[in-house]
């Protein structure tokens, strides 16, 4: 369980993190009564990949949470090419990001220096990507184009960030602890065993 490598017990977090932040994102989307600004979602779920970032490196964290949103993306709002260019890699940047600045032992001003610095470049690639693409496409859940402005593209971007921010500053710190405590438990008493 190293972090600057990726064998088959990373591949298999990986999997298990974009599963949850796909299902626990679209259901806590859903639980809000879709709420959205400018068809960026609502979305807690982003404690999920923070604290896989941390815990197992930026390889597991930026790869779950690309994957999870691609899923949730194809659950919710179905424009896969949107996902791919905008959705896709703010989300891998962000949690890649964090897990390249942080480790299970890291101190709570670190988690959340490494959480905000993550985050503001995973929204302001949000907000530009769908500036970019609103002028040729439609953005989510609009039935016109809706085409925009900068000023419009700064603001989903600060959606994104301030609506994100409070569960990766409240909720990741305590997560990394506990999360970390029992994996670490589980991965001596495993690697106790006696070989047969």
């Not at 990507?129 to 184009?145: A, D, I, K, Q, Y």
């Not at 602890?177 to 438990?185: C, K, L, M």
């Amino acid at each position: 369980m190293g972090r600057g490598r990726f064998g088959t017990f990373e591949a298999v977090i990986t999997g298990v993190g974009a599963a949850l932040y796909a299902g626990v994102g679209y259901l806590t989307w859903l639980g809000v009564l879709g709420l959205n600004f400018m068809g960026v979602r609502f979305w807690p779920a982003v404690v999920i990949p923070s604290t896989l970032a941390t815990l197992f490196g930026p390889w597991v964290g930026g790869a779950s949470a690309a994957i999870g949103i691609f899923l949730s993306d194809m659950a919710s709002h179905g424009m896969a090419l949107l996902s791919l260019t905008v959705g896709v890699p703010a989300n891998f940047l962000a949690f890649y990001i964090i897990g390249a600045l942080t480790d299970r032992e890291s101190s709570v001003k670190r988690l959340v220096l490494a959480n905000t610095l993550g985050l503001a470049v995973g929204s302001l690639w949000i907000g530009l990507g769908l500036t970019v693409w609103s002028r040729f496409f439609l953005l989510p859940f609009h039935s016109e184009m809706t085409p925009l402005s900068l000023a419009a593209g700064a603001s989903v971007a600060a959606w994104t960030f301030v609506t994100e921010a409070p569960f990766l500053y409240l909720v990741v710190p305590p997560l990394v602890r506990a999360v970390g405590r029992a994996v670490g438990e589980r991965v001596q008493r495993v690697g106790a065993r006696p070989n047969r």
